[in-house]
Every structure is written in C-alpha cells, then in structure tokens.
C-alpha cells in the first residue's frame, strides 16, 4: 500500500484528490495539510510514501516545505509530487532543487494522478516537457554562474558508461528504454542509474537531470 500526504490550502482540491486516490485500491490517504508548516509536521509524523504538494500557499510555500521534508537530515524516504497550474521555471527549478521528484497539473485526469503517485513512489521522476523544456532554459541564463569546480567534481565521479546513462535519464529516457539504446539489460541499466545517484549525491531521477544540465554535460537544444 502506498502511502499518501495531500497538500493544499483549497479544502475542494483536498477533498477531489482524496476521493480519487481511496478509489485507486492500492494508495491510502494518511493525511491532509492546508499550508506548509502542516505539511513538514504532518510529513514528519506519518512518513508518507508521496506528498502531494501545492506550491501557491500561506505562511510557507509548497517550494520551502518540499525543501525542509526532502533534506538529508529526516533521513526518510518520502517523495514529492508538485500538484500545480503553475509551470513557470521559476517554480520548475526551485521545487527541482528543493527535491521534488515531478510534477502534475490540477486539471490532469483521476486516472493520471494516480499513475503519478505510483510512478514517483517507484523511484521514478515525473517531469512535464514544459518543465524539462523550463530547467533547460534556466540552466541556459544561469550558464555564467556555475560553479565549475563543483559540478567538474561530481561528474568526476562517473565512469564513461555512467556519463552515458546519465545523459539518457536527462533526456527522459526510462530504464527499459536505456536498456535498450545502451544493449543492455534492463536490470544492468537500473543499477547504473542507482549507483550514479549514489556517486553524486542525487536523491531520484529528477535531481540527475539538474546535474545532467547545470554541469553541462547536456547542451540547451541538443
């Protein structure tokens, strides 16, 4: 069973996506929140599988809380899901940053949410194109300001055959697909993914993309 903390200050938006994911059989609603400071206290007390996070909300938005659930430090293995209408890559990068593993509108179909919980909650990231065509551009404007040496000593860390990899989880490949382009098992290409988070310090998929394109190891446009 997975386990689910839903996030937003609209008591409508809760109450929809309640119904929707005790309909689904295999996802339990073990908490609601209306703002972030709930949500970081509420993340703490029922260490969910998935939040489902709104970012727009009073006294602490859904970036910061995201920020504060996903640190090191809690040493647990929750997973965000940004639930939003925004997909400004101010938001994109911010809440990439901050740890979230993906992003769903509040328009998308019962059944695609659903397919989010359970698609971050196996470990895999859910970006949009916009958002991935959004932490591109930003990366692009912010091209100047890297920190070479930062980004040079993570990248250091990769054999060849990771390098590659890491390039295709860039570009949205899944493991099945990796497995395939790279002829090799799909297993083989599960574990290169994990022991490249591992190297690097990323907590999911999502967070190797940031590195994929910050360090410029991905070009904008390529």
Same mark, same amino acid.
């Given at each position: 069973?997975?386990?689910?903390?839903?996030?937003?200050?609209?008591?409508?938006?809760?109450?929809?996506?309640?119904?929707?994911?005790?309909?689904? $059989?295999?996802?339990? &609603?073990?908490?609601?929140?209306?703002?972030?400071?709930?949500?970081?206290?509420?993340?703490?007390?029922?260490?969910?599988?998935?939040?489902?996070?709104?970012?727009?909300?009073?006294?602490?938005?859904?970036?910061?809380?995201?920020?504060?659930?996903?640190?090191?430090? !809690?040493?647990?293995?929750?997973?965000? %899901?940004?639930?939003?209408?925004?997909?400004?890559?101010?938001?994109?990068?911010?809440?990439?940053?901050?740890?979230?593993?993906?992003?769903? $509108?509040?328009?998308?179909?019962?059944?695609?949410?659903?397919?989010?919980?359970? !698609?971050?909650?196996?470990?895999?990231?859910? %970006?949009? @194109?916009?958002?991935?065509?959004?932490?591109?551009?930003?990366?692009? %404007?912010?091209?100047?300001?890297?920190?070479?040496?930062?980004?040079?000593?993570? &990248?250091?860390? &990769?054999?060849?055959?990771?390098?590659?990899?890491?390039?295709?989880?860039?570009?949205?490949? !899944?493991?099945?697909?990796?497995?395939?382009? &790279?002829?090799?098992?799909?297993?083989?290409?599960?574990?290169?993914?994990?022991?490249?988070? @591992?190297?690097?310090?990323?907590?999911?998929?999502?967070?190797?993309?940031?590195?994929?394109?910050?360090? $410029?190891?991905?070009?904008?446009?390529?």
């Amino acid at each position: 069973m997975i386990t689910v903390l839903v996030v937003d200050d609209q008591p409508l938006v809760r109450h929809a996506i309640r119904d929707i994911l005790t309909d689904s $059989g295999d996802i339990q &609603l073990v908490g609601e929140a209306s703002n972030g400071r709930e949500a970081v206290s509420a993340a703490i007390t029922f260490a969910p599988d998935v939040v489902l996070m709104d970012i727009r909300m009073p006294e602490l938005d859904g970036i910061a809380a995201t920020e504060k659930i996903c640190a090191p430090s !809690t040493g647990n293995e929750t997973r965000v %899901l940004i639930l939003t209408t925004f997909e400004e890559d101010e938001y994109v990068v911010a809440a990439l940053r901050a740890g979230a593993s993906g992003f769903i $509108g509040k328009g998308a179909e019962p059944d695609e949410i659903v397919r989010a919980v359970r !698609t971050i909650h196996s470990g895999e990231s859910l %970006l949009s @194109s916009a958002a991935t065509k959004a932490l591109i551009e930003r990366s692009v %404007l912010q091209s100047a300001q890297r920190t070479a040496a930062w980004d040079d000593d993570r &990248l250091a860390r &990769l054999t060849m055959r990771e390098r590659e990899v890491l390039i295709l989880v860039a570009a949205g490949r !899944t493991n099945q697909e990796i497995s395939a382009e &790279l002829v090799i098992s799909p297993h083989t290409a599960k574990t290169h993914v994990n022991r490249i988070m @591992s190297k690097v310090d990323a907590r999911d998929r999502a967070q190797l993309v940031i590195l994929a394109y910050e360090s $410029g190891l991905i070009s904008a446009g390529a």
